[in-house]
Structure formats: C-alpha cells, structure tokens
T-cell receptor
C-alpha cells in the first residue's frame, strides 16, 4: 500500500524556537496537506498545497506557519517561534484522485 | 463551513456488528471517508464512498450514505478486539481543498 512518511516521529522544542516538520508524500500525488490534532481533540485542517502554492489555509495557519516543497519530493511545515499551544500531533497527507493518505504523524512537544 | 458530527463512544462485544454514525452539513462533498486511529498512531484510511453511491462494501466494512439526510454510517461485521480504535468520518470540502473531520467515535470491543 502507498505510504506517506513523516520525520521526526517526535520532536521536543523550547518555546520560541523554530521547528521544521518533514513529509515525503506519495510520489504521483499532486495535492498535499497538513493537519494537526491536539491531544484528545479533533483533527484540524491547517493548509493545502497544489502546484507549488498554497490553495487553502485555515485560521490557525497564520504568519507563524509556512510550507514548502523544496525539491519535488519533500513537503515541509515550518513553525516559527513555537508556543506551548503548538504542542500537538501534526499529520501530513497526500491525495491522488480519490484517496487521501495520511502519514504516521510528528508529535511536537513545546516546553 | 462544513460541520461533521459523530457520537463519541460505542461499546460492542466481539463477534457483534458495530455501526458508527456520522452526520455532515456540506451536501457538495464528492467523497466521504472513514479513517481509523489506534492509540498514538496515524490516520489509516479504511474506505471511502463517492457521493452518487448509496452503499459500498469492502470485506467486513459496509458504508451507507443517505444524501437526503446527510448521514453516513460505517458497519463493521464480526467486530474483533483489534478493531478497538477511534473512527473518524471526513467530508471533502471545496473539491480537493481539504477534508473536514468529525469528532471521532471511540469503539471499544470486549471479548
């Protein structure tokens, strides 16, 4: 079965630091996404990315966040100046025509 | 915006059938999805249904879609202890823009 790969699986960072979460989507997919899930809560949409640009973003995705597809295979989420409330599980997803597959997630802990 | 609701908890005995329900508000969703999340893990795509279908069967899983009532259900036949997990329904919003997730239903299967 096709697989979306995320690294690292767990990252601990100090408040105010920048983090980069990495994802390798499925190779022939064109649509890429980031979601987050605060512990015990809903899975929330952050941003969608198509044709090398953001196609939609949520209210959560403010200037603190950015996404990039630097080399045609990796898809990254950068969080600048992390806050305690950024602690969550971050999921990358990629989609072909119908099925949207998610990675195993990166658990971000801001201390 | 799209709102997706699920009951929070379902408990069944091993061997019984489980039915997990979901209601949504955006009738323009082309695809509707079911995902499974085990503790500390990612979102595993179980199945999806195209909006012009009423039913889809995939081994032990049956998805029913009632577009008039905006109601989606997932039936798991012969439920096993390994089926214990959180199940999320998700609706597509704005074409490929994003998926909106329900609150999740925690399924507990007892021997």
């Amino acid at each position: 079965e096709p697989e979306v790969t995320q690294t690292p699986s767990h990252q601990v960072t100090q408040m105010g630091q920048e983090v980069i979460l990495r994802c390798v989507p499925i190779s022939n997919h064109l649509y890429f996404y980031w979601y987050r899930q605060i512990l015990g809560q809903k899975v929330e949409f952050l941003v969608s990315f198509y044709n090398n640009e953001i196609s939609e973003k949520s209210e959560i995705f403010d200037d603190q966040f950015s996404v990039e597809r630097p080399d045609g295979s990796n898809f990254t989420l950068k969080i600048r100046s992390t806050k305690l409330e950024d602690s969550a599980m971050y999921f990358c997803a990629s989609r072909g025509w119908t099925e949207a597959f998610f990675g195993q997630g990166t658990r971000l802990t801001v201390v | 915006g799209e709102d997706v609701e699920q009951s929070l908890f379902l408990s069944v005995r091993e061997g019984d059938s489980s039915v997990i329900n979901c209601t949504y508000t955006d009738s323009s969703s082309t695809y509707l999805y079911w995902y499974k999340q085990e503790p500390g893990a990612g979102l595993q795509l179980l199945t999806y249904i195209f909006s012009n279908m009423d039913m889809k069967q995939d081994q032990r899983l049956t998805v029913l879609l009632n577009k008039k009532d905006k109601h989606l259900s997932l039936r798991i036949a012969d439920t096993q202890t390994g089926d214990s997990a959180i199940y999320f329904c998700a609706g597509e919003v704005g074409g490929f823009q994003k998926l909106v997730f329900g609150t999740g239903t925690r399924l507990l299967v007892s021997p």
